[in-house]
């Protein structure tokens, strides 16, 4: 069995910042890439950034400069730390990971619980 735990939502004024986390639990042989996507009210969940196992990071356009995402691959844990958060930032922000169970299986996708997080002043 698997967990993603995700922590570090909460309420922010406009311009201020938030760090989240996902700790991932369980029977892990490996994981590829993690990642952090959300879901604002009435929207399609939407990527937001991700890390590889190694290489180069990816984000979307909206979070470009803001947002940085690093992983402690000892502690099978991802962040995302957000800067000069904007109201429209404001979504349920849910951790991804493609994760191996054992070697030779094929890699699963797996999601945190999700945590909110609102940008208001």
């Known amino acids: 069995q698997v967990q993603l735990v995700e922590s570090g939502g909460g309420l922010v004024q406009p311009g201020g910042s938030l760090r989240l986390a996902c700790a991932a639990s369980g029977s892990i042989f490996s994981i590829n890439a993690m990642g952090w996507y959300r879901q604002a009210p009435g929207k399609q969940r939407e990527f937001v950034a991700a890390v590889p196992s190694s290489g180069s990071t990816n984000y979307a356009d909206s979070v470009k400069g803001r947002f940085t995402i690093s992983r402690d691959n000892a502690k099978n844990t991802v962040y995302l730390q957000m800067n000069s958060l904007k109201p429209e930032d404001t979504a349920v922000y849910y951790c991804?990971?493609?994760?191996?169970?054992?070697?030779?299986?094929?890699?699963?996708?797996?999601w945190g619980q999700g945590t909110q997080v609102t940008v208001s002043s």
């Open positions: 991804n990971a493609v994760i191996i169970l054992g070697f030779g299986l094929r890699s699963r996708d797996y």
